[in-house]
């Protein structure tokens, strides 16, 4: 299952090219897996090669990656710039 | 001179209700909150418990934006194949100190904060508060964007994910097995159809709540909340035990929709919103230090939230953390001391309130369920295996239940059973 389509019901001001959520460079393996597991949006993936692809776009802002993998994955985290981000309209 | 006599920083349920008894009080009083509208950031299950809101705004039903009284409980053991459930209603539901309501943040915080604004409060929306301004380990103001704010006294109500108390009290971040992740889906249905799925009138709802295949066996639960127009569905898994479950939290979110048990409830229904957000569940022990020189915190950026597996409640908590807050930093301004030690009296109040007396008594259920899995992958699958005996006929000779039963629970162990039914009833 893909979460794209339910993301896309939110509504998103996204910050282009200023990335709210940083990773390190070459993120264990094992410490990616957990966050393909906990985050809720399914931002955190690992491709048919292998590879751990993330996009900060359709992020509800949570901090579960910023709990679960300070330091290992996330590289720095904070809250989306002035007026960015999720806008939700129910909650 | 400071700018303003204190500073609120998020106004989810605890800031607001803070801000709004400090302007009471006289106090000149700032509310950053970083949601372009308040509750833009906000995601609850959400059952509102009115009692703290009744104690600060008696008049609010009249006002506020409800969605539905609850006035029908469920709770379930949600098995692969089967579902059971115990299901409570009663008409002190409908009186005034017990009345429940389903909310959705992004229309309740608004009018929260109006209720702020109208007696004095100034807010600034759409700018997170970044970090703390310090003059010698004291907080003396925030720094939001291009301003740097000044104040006697901070109010942190920036919920569960702060990123600023730990700056401000020393609070560590917390720990994986202190927090659960949310994700919820808001449902649109007409409705009528609602209400006769959940067996109410159109005011009024039901608020359901799953153990068992809704984590997959882990740590957590489902819910569904009735709202006006659109129901509430949602799973909440302890992230320590997420992180090394095999399915990821969306899906089985996505298999609880689809559960035989579940499904017709929803069916024909739109999903509009897709959302998620941290619960702190690590209860009394996991609280942090409350108060320090030139600061308070309130709600779940001091990790006050009641996750006692048959509800959740954060938001009457809040709503009363934050009134005890405003009140004692009004006090403190007042006498002219908003050091940590004039602020001492927030504890104090909070101590003898329902807020620290709750925690204090389910203190030991975090533990418990932490470390009784059977009750998340074992026991739901085992009433269903008793009901089978009960209501399953296919005209072959039925067995006295007692021996129909006994095997299953037999088969779980009577010591286990008895021992996690008696040290259940302990840590509740
Ligand atoms: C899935 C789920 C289900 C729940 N179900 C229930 C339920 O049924 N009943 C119940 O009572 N509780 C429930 N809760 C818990 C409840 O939602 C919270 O306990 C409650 O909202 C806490 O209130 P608060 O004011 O402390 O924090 P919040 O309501 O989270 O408010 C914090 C505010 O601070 C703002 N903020 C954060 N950082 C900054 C910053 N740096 N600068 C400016 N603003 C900032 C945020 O945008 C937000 O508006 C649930 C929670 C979840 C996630
Ligand atoms: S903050 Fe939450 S939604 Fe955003 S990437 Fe991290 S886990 Fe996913």
Redesign the interface.
Known sequence: ?N?DT??G??KYEVDEGNPHIRLVDSPPPAEFG?L???????LYKVGADGAGTFDYAGC?????C???A?GTVVASW??PG??M??????? | MADFDAIVVGSGCAGPIAALELARAGKSVLVIE???YC??????GGRLYTHSLRRVLPGFAGSAPLERRIVRERISLLAETSNTTIEFTDAAMRQPEFESYSV??????PWLAAQAEEAGAEYIN???V?SLIKQDGRVTGVQA?EDAITAEVVILADG??T?LAGDAVGAP????DQ?A???K??VALPASVISDRALTSDDEGAAWLFVGEPTHGGVGGGFVYTNRD?I?IGVVAT?SD????P?????ML?DFKEHPAVAPLIAGGE????????VAEGGYDSLPPLVGDGVLLAGESAMMCINAGYTVRGMDLAIAAGMHAGRSAAAALTAGDTSAQGLAGYRRALEDSFVLKDMRTLRRFPAFMEHTPRLFQSYPAMAGRVMQKLFLLDGNPVRPLRKAVLPILKQAGYTKLAGDALRGIKAL
């Open positions: 299952m979460t339910y993301l019901k939110n957990k393909v597991r906990a985050c809720p949006a399914g509800l802002e949570c901090g579960t910023r709990i679960a300070s904070r809250y002035p007026t981000g999720v806008e939700y309209r129910y909650g | 970083r949601g372009n509750g833009a950031k906000n995601v609850s959705l943040r992004a229309r309740f915080d759409g700018i997170a970044e964007g569960v994910n990123l971040a917390p720990l994986p927090v992740v949310g994700v889906q808001v659109t509430s992230l997420l992180v090394g479950s399915t990821p939290v969306y899906q996505e999903v509009v919103e897709h959302s998620g957000h941290l």
